[in-house]
């Protein structure tokens, strides 16, 4: 999906359909103080999350909501929203997982029929339909796009992503938590696109000097052996 803004506009546009990867909610923030960013915006073009930190986006499924069963009562419509990543992320557990009819592993995201304020999240399974209705957070979500890069990278290096979530859950494990921050830092360094990544974060350890004991990892772009 192109970093475009994913919609500000509040008009009707065709009902979206959504599925399991649309859960977004981890990485939503849990600030009660800053309401707008607690959800995840359901957009025209796609869905996007933010806790304040980091930021997702991702595409709608490639399915076409056509397809989708016709459900009495649910319509055909839907709108720009945000909506509360617990609701959605509970709504979108009930997509069927034992089915042979991909269709079927989505969601229909659509305005609730005579409710301005109101979405809802259909799923079905060729014998129930489940809807859950979700009430809207009334804000306007930050542009994204006035803190996207879009700058041409420097430097573009592919990792596997099952290294990195071995490296994450064992600095969370053993690596200690800096006081300015809520986790454990964990610093790259990368050379070029070839070389390998120079991975390092302090441990949690008790020692009687000073120096810091660092884990330090070397994580290849591409098997070593």
């Not at 803190?147 to 430097?155: A, F, I, M, N, S």
């Not at 610093?187 to 949690?204: H, M, N, Q, W, Y």
Request: aromatic fraction near 8%; charged fraction near 30%.
């Amino acid at each position: 999906m192109k970093d475009k803004q994913i919609s500000e506009n509040k008009a009707s546009f065709p009902a979206k359909l959504i599925d399991a990867a649309c859960d977004l909610s981890s990485f939503c923030s849990t600030d009660e103080s800053r309401k707008v960013i607690t959800g995840v915006h359901f957009g025209e073009n796609g869905v996007e999350a933010t806790d304040g930190c980091m930021m997702i986006r991702v595409p709608y499924p490639g399915y076409s909501v056509d397809d989708f069963p016709f459900i009495q009562g649910i319509g055909n419509e839907t709108q720009d929203s945000i909506l509360p990543a617990k609701e959605v992320s509970a709504a979108l557990k009930t997509i069927p997982k034992k089915i042979n009819f991909p269709i079927l592993k989505n969601a229909k995201l659509t305005q609730k029929v005579g409710s301005e304020s109101e979405i809802q999240v259909t799923t079905f399974d060729l014998d129930n339909a489940k809807t859950a209705s979700i009430k809207k957070i009334d804000d306007t979500y930050p542009n994204l796009n006035q803190v996207w890069p879009t700058d041409e990278p420097k430097l573009s290096i592919s990792l596997l992503s099952k290294y990195l979530k071995k490296i994450a859950d064992y600095a969370e494990k053993y690596g200690q938590e800096q006081q300015y921050g809520k986790g454990v830092v964990i610093k790259f360094e990368f050379v070029d696109e070839l070389s390998p990544a120079r991975i390092e974060f302090i441990l949690d350890r008790d020692m009687q000097s000073h120096e810091e004991a660092r884990a330090k990892i070397v994580l290849m772009p591409m098997r070593m052996f």
